[in-house]
Nanobody, 129 residues
Framework: QVQVVESGGGSVQAGGSLRLSCSTSGLYGDIYCMGWFRQVPGKEREGVASISSGGRTTYLDTVKGRFAISGINAKNTVYLQMNTLEPEDTGMYFC???????????????????????WGQGTQVTVSS
């Protein structure tokens, strides 16, 4: 059974930092792509960052230069380092796994969450002004 578990959320003041972790189990072989998404009540889920097995990273424009995604197949764990946090970054953050390439490049998946097969339960990030 595949499990995806996020950790590291919390409450910080604007300008602060948080590091999210996402560990996976139950998958065999290299994972093609992993991503982080976030959602606030009443809004669509938004792709924040993705990383491919080759190490290519893609970011939502509003987090470029502030967030960094790393990891993937070394330990089946992905990290999201979030710096200079803003109140607009508040939301539930979800980790997602796209285990095998199925026609959509990892760099294009922030707007196509449906390609991800497995999702975690989410970890809350709250940034106060």
């Amino acid at each position: 059974q595949v499990q995806v578990v996020e950790s590291g959320g919390g409450s910080v003041q604007a300008g602060g930092s948080l590091r999210l972790s996402c560990s996976t189990s139950g998958l065999y072989g290299d994972i093609y792509c992993m991503g982080w998404f976030r959602q606030v009540p009443g809004k669509e889920r938004e792709g924040v960052a993705s990383i491919s097995s080759g190490g290519r990273t893609t970011y939502l424009d509003t987090v470029k230069g502030r967030f960094a995604i790393s990891g993937i197949n070394a330990k089946n764990t992905v990290y999201l380092q979030m710096n200079t946090l803003e109140p607009e970054d508040t939301g539930m953050y979800f980790c997602a796994v796209y285990p095998r390439y199925s026609g959509t490049w990892c760099s294009d998946t922030l707007t196509v969450p449906s390609v991800y097969n497995y999702w975690g339960q989410g970890t809350q990030v709250t940034v106060s002004s």
